[in-house]
């Protein structure tokens, strides 16, 4: 008789969830329309791995292939080594239960408490309501709602409803959480706190978050590694600190632009005169490094500080400093290969 149990692939034992060429199309055969592209990506069991690109990038069909809401037209998509794209029902049913997921309008049911609708999961997967209830609870302490166990959804805020839908998410101790613009309709200060909350879970528990936004400071403040999407493909990818350092492509750099500047402000093009400008990035201790003194100093540059700044980038610190360069041309190249060996990156922009 086969068993309903789900079979594993081959594959590392620290890849989560894997894609494989995954192409999704909607529409007419002749005429399709392509949600995703050839998508690979791997995500490592742990990380916290967000996917940022405008709407229509293919963020949310890419995370509903997780769990199988939506099926590759081509392609496969392994979590934890199965191929969750070629079960059956059952085995859907059964691999379903590794994974688990919040969402952008929280979807409570408003006419029972807090409690149950935390408990709900475990009640459909049979177990007894004492258990279910005792299991909620530990998730509603742990995400901070011990006090509103008894409360209705409609009498919550919009934080405390993502949170119970995190708890709700939790309680059955998923391998992968998948958030999908978790925080989209909610203000800054209420998101920060559904951001620490998601930290405390992977810390914890040892969970592989998959996170789909379309805000940089989402991936800024949460996330290890970050894939870009544009036009259904993944542009690019890295740890979040390479990506926001050094952004590789124009999408990319529009977002990280949004938290570090990337172009010259309107501000200082009124200051520029017909010397080079340098855009410099530093980070941490380069940050405090006296680079203009040595320009100056050293070189015998004259250097105008045109636009400086510094962001706080998971516990690092990052600078951007756009600077214009005046002096002979070979102690301009002299000094440009200076900081080239010096700081992150260093290179000349147009005005």
Known sequence: MPSDAPRKADAPSDIAVRFERVTRQYGREDAPVTALDAVDLSIRRG???GVIGHSGAGKSTLIRMVNALDAPTSGAVFVDGVNVSGLSSNQLREARKTTAMIFQQFQLLETVTVLDNVAMPLR????GRKEARAR?????EFVGLAGRISSYPGQLSGGQKQRVGIARAIVRNPAVLLCDEATSALDPSTTQQIIDVL???NREYGTTILV??????????????VAVMEDGRVVEQGTVMDVFVQPQTAIA???VGTVIPNEIPERVHRRISDAPLWRLRFLDDEVTTPIVGALISDFELQVNILHADMTDLQERSVGHMIIQVEGAPHQRDAAYAYLAERIVSVEEVSA
Request: proline share 0%; with cysteine.
């Open 212 to 225: 789909v936004t379309h805000e940089m400071d989402v991936i800024k403040n949460l996330c290890h590694s």
């Open 253 to 255: 750099q529009a977002f």
């Open 47 to 49: 990380d916290i791995f």
């Open 199 to 201: 930290r405390r879970v």
């Open 136 to 140: 909620a609870t530990e998730a509603l």
């Open 124 to 127: 459909l997967d049979g177990i």
